[in-house]
T-cell receptor, first 112, second 109 residues
């Protein structure tokens, strides 16, 4: 059974049109992470939540926002997608900051 | 700054052994992870080292030397399904993961 679920698996949006990606987990983990992975590159951490405590990486563009309404769900909002935002977006969870991160299947975003 | 280096590509033969190296320079060290990532899929956890030495898990083993800033992932009895990218990731002093660029392994018959 899937434990970290991301919807949709593929998302097409238009340049400048806001888009939301979602992640849910059945693990009851405290920490949820969002990574951006461009083709043939390493995953890059955008931000993470420890419970409701939001932590933004210093170089994450303001165009990217996140919401975590409850333990199970976390959303990635891209306010005005540019062509350079086309990537795989990976959600991961862990019980704590010192624990192993488990990844969802990712959402591949295409910006036209 | 964070710097994690691993070879971009490697090729090996089915049934053989391959070693994928990773060197790192990070602000603090709280453990090193290896993940496997098939094309278009999410990374899956393989191994974790926080102390020096070898961790063995079936066909996969991972080694760490903190003084040298060095790790390797050893894959034995290679199978075609092992063709994937292998990501080295270091947890830094802030407990966040920084990933290397990944090593794409191609297993040939």
């Amino acid at each position: 059974d899937a434990m970290v679920i991301q919807n949709p698996r593929y998302q097409v949006t238009q340049f400048g049109k806001p888009v939301t990606l979602s992640c849910s987990q059945t693990l009851n983990h405290n920490v949820m992470y969002w990574y951006q992975q461009k083709s043939s590159q390493a995953p890059k951490l955008l931000f993470h939540y420890y419970d409701k405590d939001f932590n933004n990486e210093a170089d994450t563009p303001d165009n990217f926002q996140s919401r975590r309404p409850n333990t199970s769900f976390c959303f990635l909002d891209i306010r005005s997608p540019g062509l350079g935002d086309a990537a795989m977006y990976l959600c991961a969870t862990s019980t704590g900051l010192l624990e192993t991160q488990y990844f969802g299947p990712g959402t591949r975003l295409l910006v036209l | 700054g964070q710097n994690i280096d691993q070879p971009t590509e490697m090729t090996a033969t089915e049934g053989a052994i391959v070693q994928i190296n990773c060197t790192y320079q990070t602000s603090g060290f709280n453990g090193l992870f290896w993940y496997q990532q098939h094309a278009g899929e999410a990374p899956t956890f393989l191994s974790y080292n926080v102390l020096d030495g070898l961790e063995e898990k079936g066909r996969f083993s991972s080694f760490l030397s903190r003084s040298k800033g060095y790790s390797y992932l050893l894959l034995k009895e290679l199978q075609m399904k092992d063709s994937a990218s292998y990501l080295c990731a270091v947890r830094d002093a802030g407990n966040m993961l920084t990933f290397g660029g990944g090593t794409r392994l191609m297993v040939k018959p």
